[in-house]
């Protein structure tokens, strides 16, 4: 029962309108410079002023096609920058990314890895998947951290681990956007010892929700304090509650914990006999557990109303006039909670928050965002 138990708890827990849509305004002093261009032209005889006394119509026609013409002239333009500015930064990114040799540690069905991989995969960063043995851990004997995910990037000849999975994603988007040294910047990541409500020794990161930007930066990201205050706060909000939800709604009945082990066995890496005892065994510690973990977290009766109301609760904070809490795209809070729902994929749970909350459209506005953004993995 023992090797069972630290198997489940390991795999779960752990023109104009053109202009508008960029973010452009086209430039407000165009009209007025026709018009006072114009204007110059009437002091003088000539065409232009026989032709302004003879029919004014057609004089008002023609500015107000030269201010058109003028307008779409400079919105083209900011649209055309707009294009370089963005294939610049795709081009940095593009580059940095080359320079790392990524191998992620997981477990597939746990909600931690499955956050570190929306991450990457939306931002187009190849990856080697590594599965570990909940058993043994053998794959991840060189680590004295024993938790997974675990991602050790290669640059050149330098080789960095980097342990939980906010630290992972908020190290990676820093090293994206700066390009410090990810050496540098894991550095202000570091790893402290603490006691939880339990009384059990843990390792907890600080800083884990930041990215360490400087100014400038930090408006290339968020475009305002706001921006980054509403990520890092849903950001833990899926860590210290969304994924707290998982377990108790995977295994809320016997039926469903056999079918989420039967699915944990078949997408893990098990021997035949480890997979039985996983299976069955585990099946049905963590039915029991799941009990336990429902009053730790002093959730209701029927969990899935808690499950209901949590992703109701992140619709309405992305609200009906963004498609994304990152505006035009997901941002990193964004990617976590998508990432931790996908573990529940194919299960009941899953089937039933997708038909009783408002979160379907949002969950796969993401996931088309994921696939659209990187091969498929």
């Not at 681990?161 to 630290?167: E, F, I, K, P, R």
Request: glycine letters at 8%; hydrophobic letters at 40%; a positive charge.
């Amino acid at each position: 029962m023992a090797p069972a138990s630290r198997v489940v708890r390991a795999l779960w827990t752990g023109g104009c309108a053109l202009a508008w849509r960029l973010g452009c305004r086209p430039q407000p002093l165009l009209p007025t410079q026709s018009r006072a261009g114009f204007a110059g032209a009437a002091g003088s005889q000539g065409p232009v002023a026989a032709a302004r006394k003879g029919s004014p119509r057609l004089l008002g026609a023609a500015a107000l096609a030269l201010g058109g013409a003028l307008g779409l002239y400079h919105t083209a333009r900011w649209h055309l920058r707009a294009q370089d500015l963005h294939a610049e930064r795709s081009a940095v990114q593009l580059s940095l990314s080359s320079r790392l040799q990524l191998t992620l540690y997981q477990y597939k069905t746990c909600p931690f890895c499955s956050k570190v991989r929306a991450f990457l995969d939306f931002h187009a960063l190849p990856y080697q998947v590594v599965e570990v043995n909940p058993v043994h851990r053998a794959e991840i004997k060189f680590s004295s951290y024993r938790k997974v995910p675990i991602l050790v990037a290669q640059e050149g000849e330098s080789s960095q681990q980097l342990n939980d999975s906010s630290v992972i994603i908020s190290a990676l988007k820093t090293y994206l956007v700066s390009g410090q040294p990810l050496e540098e910047i894991i550095t202000y990541y570091p790893a402290m010892k603490a006691v939880n409500d339990q009384g059990k020794e843990v390792t907890e990161f600080g800083n884990k929700y930041w990215l360490m930007l400087n100014e400038k930066e930090a408006q290339q990201v968020y475009g305002g304090k706001e921006a980054r205050t509403e990520e890092m706060k849903w950001r833990q909000w899926a860590d210290d509650w969304l994924v707290h939800l998982i377990s108790p709604n995977v295994y809320r009945t016997p039926t469903e914990a056999l079918a989420s082990f039967d699915y944990i066995v078949r997408e893990g890496k098990f021997g035949a006999v480890e997979g039985a005892v996983a299976k069955y065994m585990g099946a049905a510690a963590m039915y029991l557990i799941s009990k336990r973990l429902k009053s730790r977290h002093r959730l209701q009766d029927n969990v899935r109303e808690d499950l209901y109301e949590a992703a109701d609760k992140w619709v309405a904070a992305v609200g009906k006039d963004r498609p994304f809490m990152g505006g035009q795209k997901p941002n990193l809070a964004d990617l976590a909670v998508y990432g931790v729902l996908r573990v529940m994929e194919g299960l009941d749970a899953f089937d039933d928050l997708m038909q009783h909350t408002h979160i379907q459209p949002w969950y796969l506005r993401v996931e088309r965002a994921i696939t659209e953004a990187s091969p498929a993995h």
